[in-house]
């Protein structure tokens, strides 16, 4: 039988509280279908919120070896080397949806059928980023040509596998790369390059339901994405109006705090 994870990846007492509102969410909507983990470096501290939330609203809490490679882009490191784990930790027939900590989950859902026997195969499931973000410049080292170019990938949610490990491998190789260290958006330029490059006839488009930008929820939503959410945002305020939204999830599913 398939089994969902839902797996979010965070360090820090910023991410580690964002994710630890998040995480309430996922197991409020997905109740026995899916494990849902928030994974934290070894070593690192547990924050009290976390801790917290973790037992009452039974999520689990997972660690992952971490080794920083450079002193920038400490982000792309993280979310690479965890997504590589937590894949390694899965079985054969395990799906494993991976979720940014300043996502929420607005309403249940069920995996279409034909998602889940792509992703078994070997694809690999992303959303479209809402703009274009491939970058024009060809003297640049993650320059696409225009037909490698697919539509540009937002990589706050991934539909994976253990059959995606060989794509997560690279997105882990390409991270620890000086040269790849310099562009915007972290994760996502690593993942965008390799896929364009290498892996384009292996990509899943999912709905944009799943990964909706905080500003653009409709009724339909599935999971919506409080962009930078997690960060220092200052007068954006996201990292707020994420924690608002998923209390105020969690209060109408009746849920005291």
Not at 42 to 61: M, P, Q, T
Not at 92 to 103: S, Y
Not at 232 to 252: F, V
Request: aromatic share 10%; charged share 20%.
């Amino acid at each position: 039988m398939n089994k969902l994870h839902i797996n979010i990846i965070a360090s820090g007492d910023g991410y580690q509280e964002t994710a630890a509102w998040a995480a309430p969410t996922y197991v409020r909507q997905v109740g026995t279908i899916a494990t849902v983990s928030v994974f934290v470096p070894e070593g690192e501290a547990h924050s009290d919120l976390l801790r917290a939330h973790s037992e009452k609203f039974a999520f689990r809490i997972c660690t992952f070896p971490f080794v920083p490679t450079a002193k920038v882009k400490f982000t792309t490191q993280l979310k690479c080397q965890g997504f590589s784990f937590a894949i390694s930790q899965i079985r054969n027939e395990d799906l494993v949806l991976f979720v940014d900590a300043d996502t929420c989950c607005l309403r249940s859902f069920n995996l279409p059928s034909k998602w889940e026997s792509a992703v078994l195969r070997g694809d690999i499931g992303l959303v479209p980023n809402r703009l274009n973000f491939h970058e024009q410049n060809p003297k640049v080292p993650w320059y696409l040509l225009p037909e490698e170019q697919l539509a540009y990938l937002n990589s706050g949610v991934i539909l994976a596998s253990m059959n995606t490990a060989d794509i997560f491998k690279q997105f882990l190789e390409l991270s620890s790369m000086p040269e790849f260290s310099l562009g915007r958006f972290n994760d996502q330029l690593v993942i965008n390059y390799i896929i364009g490059k290498f892996c384009r006839h292996r990509l899943l488009l999912m709905d944009k339901a799943y990964n909706t930008e905080a500003k653009l929820i409709q009724a339909d939503t599935i999971i919506g994405h409080f962009l930078g959410g997690a960060g220092d945002l200052g007068k954006r305020n996201r990292k707020e109006k994420h924690k608002a939204k998923c209390l105020n999830i969690l209060t109408q599913q009746g849920l005291g705090l």
